[in-house]
């Protein structure tokens, strides 16, 4: 946050300068390529770049309802837009004590109520902007988690709540080399990667700038249940992070073979399944 509490704090989006170039005419916007040219050492972040400016300028409406936020799991203040976004460098250039090489020009103008909620586990995504839902906003400032309901059944393997855990651990050993593990431009890796419609279970990459890799675990969950956020998380991936022709794949693991799955991928060429399997023994002396 910048700015301090005052009824009238400008709220920046959190972008360099550089993003000055880009931020004011609409049909600039719309080019990406200018994207490129601004940000041409940033290619894994263009598509966040762009979002997160369009949505600054032309999805925050008077009288929104907005949240600030301090990292993934703090709640800083709630307030009310007063006013859409705007371009202002002269005012940029102020708050940051006319520091040339790092300010910012892009803000709207919010009636700040200080409401510090911190979570113990993570609450948002890497996004600056993006939209909730009412009931999401209920429950974030009442201090709730937006754990979600999946209708989970009794376990079918006793030791799989570790299952990811097993995973993240030995991912290079598993899947040798195909895939790593998503990092994203704050340093979160892809254990139980926050979007704004949920947690993806693991979200990799092929290396050398492949296709992102939605991976979903079934941990007892209905068929259509791990068809349906696989699918959803996939969207959002192309949506958020994809960059021109890149691509999203899907991976759900599971123990056994349900022939409810089967029959759903059959119609769904990008996502494939995945069977583990795991051995317990007991013996009267170690195993050398």
């Given amino acids: 946050?910048?700015?301090?509490?005052?009824?009238?704090?400008?709220?920046?989006?959190?972008?360099?300068?550089?993003v000055t170039i880009i931020a004011q005419p609409v049909e600039v916007l719309e080019e990406?390529?200018?994207?490129?040219?601004?940000y041409p050492d940033q290619e894994r972040s263009w598509t966040y770049i762009f979002n997160t400016i369009w949505r600054f300028y032309h999805e925050i409406s008077e009288r929104a309802v907005v949240i600030a936020r301090r990292g993934t799991k703090k709640i800083m203040a709630v307030g009310d837009v007063t006013r859409t976004a705007y371009?202002?460098?002269?005012?940029?250039?102020?708050r940051v004590g006319r520091d040339t090489e790092r300010y910012y020009s892009n803000f709207i103008e919010v009636e700040w109520k200080k409401k510090e909620i911190e979570f113990d586990e993570v609450v948002f995504p890497f996004q600056a902007v993006y939209e909730i839902s009412e009931e999401k906003y209920?429950?974030?400032?009442e201090g709730k988690t937006l754990a979600e309901e999946e209708g989970l059944k009794e376990p079918e393997f006793t030791l799989e709540k570790y299952l990811e855990e097993f995973i993240i651990a030995n991912f290079d050993t598993i899947f040798k080399g195909k895939l790593k593990l998503f990092v994203d431009p704050e340093g979160n890796i892809g254990k139980q990667y926050p979007t704004d419609i949920g947690n993806i279970d693991i979200l990799a990459e092929e290396p050398d700038t492949g296709p992102y890799v939605v991976i979903e675990l079934k941990k007892g969950r209905e068929p259509d249940t791990v068809v349906?956020?696989?699918l959803r998380y996939m969207g959002w991936v192309e949506e958020n992070l994809c960059e021109e022709g890149q691509s999203v794949k899907g991976l759900v693991i599971c123990r056994e073979r349900d022939p409810r799955l089967t029959y759903a991928l059959k119609v769904t060429p990008n996502v494939e399944?995945?069977?583990?399997?795991?051995?317990?023994q007991l013996s009267s002396e170690p195993q050398a």
């Fill in 1 to 18: 946050m910048r700015g301090g509490w005052d009824s009238r704090t400008s709220l920046p989006v959190s972008f360099t300068s550089r």
């Fill in 32 to 38: 990406r390529k200018k994207i490129r040219q601004v």
């Fill in 87 to 94: 371009y202002d460098e002269e005012q940029g250039r102020e």
């Fill in 138 to 141: 209920s429950r974030l400032v």
């Fill in 228 to 230: 349906g956020q696989t």
């Fill in 273 to 280: 399944v995945k069977f583990y399997k795991a051995s317990f």
